[in-house]
């Protein structure tokens, strides 16, 4: 157990859960992909560092409940604009430097023009080895798995489906401000990953951003999807324990040294489409920490119940030091 990290990131819900066999399943995929056993792996887990600055979930959620005031963050909305405002004012005062990509899409069923912006913050940009953090920003139109036509209508507020992803990595933003790692990161807000309905018209900004990576290119990405749960559980998701085994097991192992081993199970769970397919379509390697299990039965997923009440700062808090880790460790 890591002692530097603080008691408001401590109060964890106990995770007991029902997996079964599936741990031989990630360390054979591993394996057959080239990378190490699970088993060994964890019997070495990394040495921690020491003096790394720390995360705060109550600083993240803080960020959560901004977004939130902003209304929907739907493209073409007012709440979309004065976000995207706050954000650049945000990452402007803390990154070395501030790419703004602005780019359409042309809706494929409606014909709908949508004008959308991803914000990319560069810290230590000459830096050849460098990690790429990435999280959508927008939020869903409606709320397409509510059970009655009138709320299915509500758009979706987006605490956790957008607002904690962001919280996390503008927090890492402000921290990567103050205290330069050795390391080159960059983080990256994407837009239009929820507008949909369907996946054709969704994943819009990281599809943008994976047609001409900048260099120098990362050399891996973790994507953050829904972070805030009120009862974390972060198993390997099932696209990247296929298409990105070696980073997952990377990014977990560094969980387990952190001792959230509970929440961060080394096995696989659903394949969900996301951002982080895109890249790996690119050739970069990215995985997704997504909890995809939000209420009971998935019950707040595109609902208006993904508010502030069902995200927890111990929760943003525990996902903010895997990845401050992952950075000041050296990647």
Same mark, same amino acid.
């Given at each position: 157990? !890591?002692?530097? +990290?603080?008691?408001?990131?401590?109060?964890?819900?106990?995770?007991?859960?029902?997996?079964?066999?599936?741990?031989?399943?990630?360390? /054979?995929?591993?394996?057959?992909?080239?990378?190490? &056993?699970?088993?060994?792996?964890? *019997?070495?887990?990394?040495?921690?560092?020491?003096?790394?600055?720390?995360? *705060?979930?109550?600083? &993240?959620?803080?960020? /959560?409940?901004? =977004?939130?005031?902003?209304?929907?963050? +739907?493209?073409?909305?007012?709440?979309?604009?004065?976000?995207?405002?706050?954000?650049?004012?945000?990452?402007?005062?803390?990154?070395?430097?501030?790419?703004? =990509?602005?780019?359409?899409?042309?809706?494929? %069923?409606?014909?709908?023009?949508?004008?959308?912006?991803?914000?990319?913050?560069?810290?230590?940009?000459?830096?050849?080895?460098?990690?790429?953090?990435?999280?959508?920003?927008?939020?869903?139109?409606? *709320?397409?798995?509510?059970?009655?036509?009138?709320?299915?209508? +509500?758009?979706?507020?987006? &605490?956790?489906?957008?607002? %904690?992803?962001?919280?996390?990595?503008?927090?890492?933003?402000?921290?990567?401000?103050?205290?330069?790692?050795?390391?080159?990161?960059?983080?990256?807000?994407?837009?239009?990953? #929820?507008?949909?309905?369907?996946? &054709?018209?969704?994943?819009?900004?990281?599809?943008?951003?994976?047609? #001409?990576?900048?260099?120098?290119?990362?050399? $891996?990405?973790?994507?953050?999807?829904? /972070?805030?749960?009120?009862?974390?559980?972060?198993?390997?998701?099932?696209? %990247?324990?296929?298409?990105?085994?070696? +980073?997952?097991?990377?990014?977990? !192992?560094?969980?387990?040294?952190?001792?959230?081993?509970? $929440?961060?199970?080394? =096995?696989?769970? =659903?394949?969900?489409?996301?951002?982080?397919?895109?890249?790996?379509?690119?050739?970069?390697?990215?995985?997704?920490?997504?909890?995809?299990?939000?209420?009971?039965? !998935?019950?707040?997923?595109?609902?208006?119940?993904?508010?502030?009440?069902? /995200?927890?700062?111990?929760?943003?808090?525990?996902?903010?030091?895997?990845?401050?880790?992952?950075? $000041?460790?050296?990647?």
């Amino acid at each position: 157990m !890591n002692l530097r +990290i603080r008691d408001e990131n401590r109060g964890l819900p106990p995770r007991p859960r029902r997996r079964h066999g599936l741990g031989l399943l990630f360390v /054979v995929a591993v394996v057959g992909a080239g990378g190490c &056993a699970g088993e060994d792996a964890l *019997s070495t887990l990394p040495d921690l560092v020491d003096d790394r600055p720390h995360f *705060s979930g109550n600083s &993240a959620l803080a960020l /959560v409940d901004t =977004q939130l005031a902003f209304g929907p963050r +739907i493209p073409g909305t007012a709440g979309h604009a004065a976000q995207l405002e706050w954000m650049r004012e945000w990452l402007e005062a803390a990154a070395d430097s501030l790419e703004v =990509q602005e780019f359409t899409h042309t809706h494929s %069923s409606t014909g709908e023009i949508l004008a959308l912006t991803n914000l990319l913050a560069r810290f230590r940009p000459e830096t050849e080895r460098r990690i790429l953090f990435l999280a959508h920003w927008d939020t869903r139109p409606t *709320s397409d798995a509510a059970d009655t036509p009138e709320r299915r209508a +509500i758009p979706v507020p987006g &605490a956790n489906d957008g607002a %904690s992803g962001t919280a996390v990595l503008l927090h890492v933003a402000e921290i990567l401000g103050e205290t330069a790692p050795d390391v080159g990161v960059d983080l990256l807000l994407v837009d239009g990953e #929820d507008f949909g309905p369907t996946t &054709a018209d969704m994943f819009l900004g990281a599809r943008h951003f994976a047609r #001409d990576i900048p260099v120098p290119r990362p050399v $891996y990405g973790v994507l953050l999807d829904m /972070v805030g749960d009120a009862t974390p559980y972060f198993p390997v998701e099932g696209f %990247s324990a296929s298409l990105a085994p070696q +980073i997952a097991q990377r990014v977990w !192992n560094v969980a387990h040294a952190l001792g959230y081993a509970p $929440y961060f199970p080394l =096995q696989p769970g =659903q394949r969900i489409s996301d951002d982080h397919i895109p890249l790996n379509q690119a050739g970069l390697a990215t995985v997704n920490i997504i909890d995809f299990d939000y209420g009971p039965g !998935n019950a707040y997923w595109h609902t208006p119940e993904d508010d502030l009440e069902n /995200v927890r700062a111990e929760t943003l808090g525990m996902v903010g030091e895997v990845v401050l880790e992952l950075i $000041y460790m050296g990647g």
